[in-house]
């Protein structure tokens, strides 16, 4: 990052070819979508190359891409609707029936996939941001909290209050759960 920031046209041409595939798998599993994952990867690394000179070593090369990707994101989810995440719904704790079982189970499964894509959308854009972080990229704690600019304990209690709102949306998929009222 430092010899990008002073104008090494090879590092930048580095860093983009390290984190290019890992930015644009996190904007996939967020849009749903292959072009617009490709124009928001490209966009971060435009982002990216305008921001070098504000770098400092305190953050991770891996945390700051991933604040200006978190960014993008948000930005992204305000105009086009949530990020898409089954991995956010497998951590609250839905527990998937297997691909062999009946209709029944096929049909519960597509009410579950629509249910839960509005309990997604009706989550805070930051809500989802961060659950896409922890569950669909496995940053810790700590790159989230420098992904987003927001304490350890703030990203703590962001991931529970989005845990329970989804569990309590989804209770009625969940076992011996009901439908909340």
Same mark, same amino acid.
């Given at each position: ?99 062999? *079982? ?7 499964? =597509?009410?579950? @996939?629509? #249910? !839960?894509? &509005?309990?997604?959308? +009706?989550?805070?854009? *930051? ?7 922890? =569950?669909?990229? @496995?940053? #810790? !704690?700590? &790159?989230?909290?420098? +992904? ?34």
């Amino acid at each position: 990052m430092q010899r990008a920031a002073g104008g090494d046209g090879h590092a930048f041409r580095l860093l983009v070819r390290r984190y290019e595939r890992e930015i644009h798998n996190y904007f996939f599993r967020s849009t749903g979508s292959v072009e617009d994952a490709e124009d928001l990867t490209q966009q971060c690394f435009v982002n990216l190359f305008g921001s070098l000179s504000r770098y400092r070593k305190t953050a991770s090369v891996r945390t700051f891409l991933y604040r200006i990707a978190h960014n993008l994101a948000v930005s992204f989810a305000r105009r086009a609707g949530p990020p898409v995440s089954l991995d956010a719904l497998l951590e609250a704790g839905y527990d998937p029936p297997d691909s062999g *079982e009946g209709p029944e189970d096929a049909a519960a499964a =597509a009410q579950l @996939g629509h #249910s !839960y894509l &509005e309990a997604l959308k +009706a989550l805070p854009s *930051e809500w989802r941001s961060v659950i896409e972080l922890r =569950a669909g990229r @496995g940053l #810790s !704690y700590r &790159e989230i909290a420098g +992904a987003i600019g927001k304490s350890e304990a703030a990203v703590e209690s962001i991931l529970f209050r989005a845990r329970e709102r989804l569990a309590g949306d989804l209770a009625r998929f969940l076992p011996g759960g009901r439908e909340r009222r």
